[in-house]
């Protein structure tokens, strides 16, 4: 069995959001260059209806729900980007992640499938601060959830493109996807340590 780690490079944001995709690809990257399997997922390719308890009771859980969480389990780490809206993480992800996490209710001997992997984030916005608000809020969810979000982030402010700006960023990303790949690596079964 691979005991290399396994880190899912997550889209939060619609496909419309081309620089933070941009970012997650060399996320991707650089956690590839680290030793680690990624499998790039975005979340515009899993559509799912605005979650509601109601309607849960009539239709169930939607197979795209199961879909993702099945992603989420098969690997050990998670790189997320998203865009800021509000303050808050993208409604695409928050109501994925809630769907995610309503498959988890039926299983109750899993708990949550966000449990024990490591995590960092990405992101990209208009908003002055780039979309640091938008990670604080999603670093309270995952973290409550029983992630691991590493301390090590980046934001960046969209509206400032320029080659050097670009460069830079870059590279600050290629090295967040490398340090999640060798922290990941700690959670493989027969790796290092575990932190759970």
């Known amino acids: 069995m691979s005991r290399k780690p396994r880190i899912l490079a997550l ?4 496909r419309g959001e081309a620089l ?22 975005f979340l515009a390719d899993l559509p799912l209806p605005v979650y509601d308890s109601d309607w849960e009771a009539e239709h169930g859980i939607p197979e795209n729900a199961r879909t993702l969480r099945t ?10 980007a998203t865009s800021e809206l509000n303050g808050g993480y993208s409604t ?7 769907w995610a996490t309503r498959v988890d209710v039926f299983d109750e001997s899993t708990g949550s499938v966000f449990a024990g992997r490591a995590a960092a984030l990405i992101s990209a916005s208009t908003e002055p ?12 969810a995952l973290t409550g959830l029983g992630t691991m979000v590493i301390p090590t982030v980046f934001a960046m402010n969209s509206a400032n493109k320029d080659g050097d700006v670009m460069a830079k960023a870059e590279q600050a990303v290629h090295r ?14 027969g790796g290092a340590a575990t932190w759970i």
């Open 71 to 80: 992603f989420v389990s098969e690997n050990h780490g998670l790189l997320v």
């Open 176 to 189: 967040i996807g490398h340090s999640l790949a060798q922290v990941t690596a700690k959670l493989v079964p």
């Open 20 to 41: 933070i995709a941009h970012l997650l690809r060399v996320g991707a990257e650089g956690a590839s260059a680290a030793g680690a399997e990624v499998t790039t997922v």
């Open 129 to 140: 601060f780039g979309g640091m608000r938008s990670q604080v809020a999603l670093q309270l």
């Open 92 to 98: 695409l992800l928050k109501n994925a992640i809630d």
């Open 11 to 14: 889209m939060g944001s619609p």
